[in-house]
C-alpha cells in the first residue's frame, strides 16, 4: 500500500510517497481504509527529528484519520463499514492503518471524512486546554494567536461553543478572513496586538489567551490578560521559546499555563475517549468544523508539510486518498 513516509531527517523534501506493507491489526485494533487524513504541526517536526518522540526513519507519518473500518475485534462497538475519525499517533497516512479500539469514534453521517480528519489532534488539544487547562467559563473572554492554523479555528470554534468571546490575532488579510470565517468575534493583526486588546475590551484584557506561536508576542499577551487571567501555552510555531520574568505574574494575578496534551494522555489513555464525548455533540451539531486549507492528494503530502513549517498555510491542510 501507499504511505507518507520520513526516509530522512532533513525537513518536508525528505518525504517520500512508499510502497509498503499492509498492516495486520492485533486484537484490540481496528483497521482502517483510510479516506483522508489531517495534517499537524508535529509532522513538520517529525521531518526534522524536532518532535519530542524520535522514530527512527524510514517512518510513516500521520496522526489523525477519516474512513471505513475494514476489520474491527469482537465488543468494540465497531463494525465493517462503519465510518469513523481515529487518532493513531503515527501511520495515518498510508492506504490503512491499524488503530487501538478506544482511539477511534464513529463519525456522523453528515460530516465529510476530510471534516473528519481535521479533528482528533487540534480539537482535542484545544478542549483540554480551554476545558481541563484553561477552565474556561461562559462569558469570558479568549485572545487566540494564530488564529488562522489548525490549533487557532480549533480555539475560536470551541470558545465560542462554550459561550464566550473570541479575538483572534492573525498575520495577513486571507488569515483574518479565515478567522472570521470560524467564528471569531474581533480580528486584529499581530502588530499592536496588546493595545487594539485594551480597546476591544475598554481596558480591562482578556480572561484567558491561547499560544501557539510563543516569539515575541509572549509578554505583550501577558499585559493583556485581565486579573486572575490565564496565558495557555500550547507551542512554539513562531520558533522562539520565549522567557518571562515572573514578577509579571504578580501584577494582576495571572497564570501561565502549560498545556501538554501528549505527555498528559498517554499515561492516562483513557481520557482520550471523553474528551471525544465531550465533544461529539458539537461536532455531530456543527459548532466545531475546521475551515479546510487547500486538501491535496496523498502524492503531495511534502509539499503541504512545507507550507505549514512556513507558515504560509490558511485553514486545516488534509489530504486525501
Known amino acids: 500500500m501507499r504511505a507518507v513516509q520520513v526516509v530522512t531527517l532533513d525537513g518536508p523534501g525528505a518525504v517520500r510517497i512508499n510502497d509498503v506493507d499492509a498492516p495486520t491489526p492485533k486484537p484490540h485494533e481496528v483497521l482502517i481504509d483510510v479516506?483522508?487524513?489531517?495534517l499537524c504541526y508535529p509532522d513538520a517536526l517529525l521531518t526534522r527529528g524536532l518532535y519530542q518522540?524520535?522514530?527512527?526513519?524510514?517512518?510513516?507519518?500521520?496522526a489523525e484519520v477519516a474512513g471505513v473500518v475494514a476489520q474491527a475485534p469482537e465488543g468494540s462497538?465497531?463494525?465493517?463499514?462503519?465510518?469513523v475519525v481515529a487518532f493513531p499517533g503515527f501511520g495515518g497516512m498510508a492506504e490503512q492503518v491499524c488503530v487501538a479500539a478506544p482511539f477511534v469514534f464513529h463519525l456522523p453521517d453528515d460530516v465529510s471524512f476530510e471534516t473528519g480528519a481535521a479533528l482528533p489532534?487540534?480539537?482535542?488539544?484545544?478542549?483540554?486546554?480551554?476545558?481541563?487547562?484553561?477552565?474556561?467559563?461562559?462569558?469570558?473572554?479568549?485572545?487566540?494567536?494564530?488564529?488562522?492554523?489548525?490549533?487557532?479555528?480549533?480555539?475560536?470554534?470551541?470558545a465560542k461553543a462554550r459561550g464566550a468571546r473570541v479575538i483572534a490575532v492573525a498575520s495577513s488579510d486571507d488569515k483574518r478572513a479565515i478567522a472570521t470565517q470560524a467564528g471569531a468575534d474581533d480580528v486584529i493583526a499581530p502588530d499592536g496586538f496588546k493595545d487594539a486588546v485594551m480597546e476591544l475590551t475598554d481596558?480591562?484584557?482578556v480572561d484567558i489567551?491561547?499560544?501557539p506561536v510563543?516569539?515575541?508576542?509572549?509578554?505583550?499577551?501577558?499585559?493583556?490578560?485581565?486579573?486572575?487571567?490565564?496565558?495557555?501555552?500550547?507551542?512554539?510555531?513562531?520558533?522562539?521559546?520565549?522567557?518571562?520574568?515572573?514578577?509579571?505574574?504578580?501584577?494582576?494575578?495571572?497564570?501561565?499555563?502549560?498545556v501538554g496534551w501528549g505527555a498528559f494522555w498517554m499515561p492516562r489513555p483513557e481520557t482520550v475517549p471523553a474528551q471525544w464525548k465531550a465533544i461529539e455533540p458539537l461536532v455531530a451539531s456543527g459548532q466545531l468544523?475546521?475551515?479546510?486549507?487547500?486538501?491535496?492528494?496523498?502524492?503531495?503530502?511534502?509539499?503541504?508539510?512545507?507550507?505549514?513549517e512556513e507558515r504560509r498555510a490558511t485553514g486545516k491542510l488534509v489530504l486525501t486518498l
Request: proline content about 5%; charged content about 20%; cysteine-free.
Open 214 to 258: 510563543g516569539g515575541d508576542r509572549f509578554t505583550d499577551s501577558l499585559r493583556s490578560l485581565a486579573v486572575e487571567g490565564r496565558l495557555l501555552v500550547i507551542g512554539f510555531t513562531g520558533g522562539a521559546i520565549p522567557e518571562v520574568k515572573v514578577n509579571r505574574l504578580l501584577l494582576n494575578n495571572v497564570d501561565v499555563v502549560g
Open 53 to 62: 518522540m524520535k522514530p527512527e526513519p524510514p517512518f510513516t507519518l500521520g
Open 77 to 83: 462497538g465497531f463494525s465493517v463499514g462503519d465510518r
Open 289 to 308: 468544523s475546521p475551515v479546510l486549507g487547500e486538501v491535496r492528494p496523498l502524492e503531495r503530502a511534502g509539499e503541504a508539510i512545507a507550507e505549514m
Open 35 to 38: 479516506r483522508a487524513a489531517g
Open 209 to 211: 489567551v491561547v499560544d
Open 121 to 158: 489532534m487540534n480539537y482535542l488539544t484545544v478542549q483540554f486546554a480551554l476545558d481541563r487547562r484553561g477552565r474556561l467559563a461562559e462569558g469570558e473572554t479568549v485572545l487566540v494567536h494564530g488564529a488562522a492554523g489548525g490549533i487557532g479555528i480549533a480555539a475560536i470554534q470551541h
Open 203 to 205: 481596558g480591562r484584557g
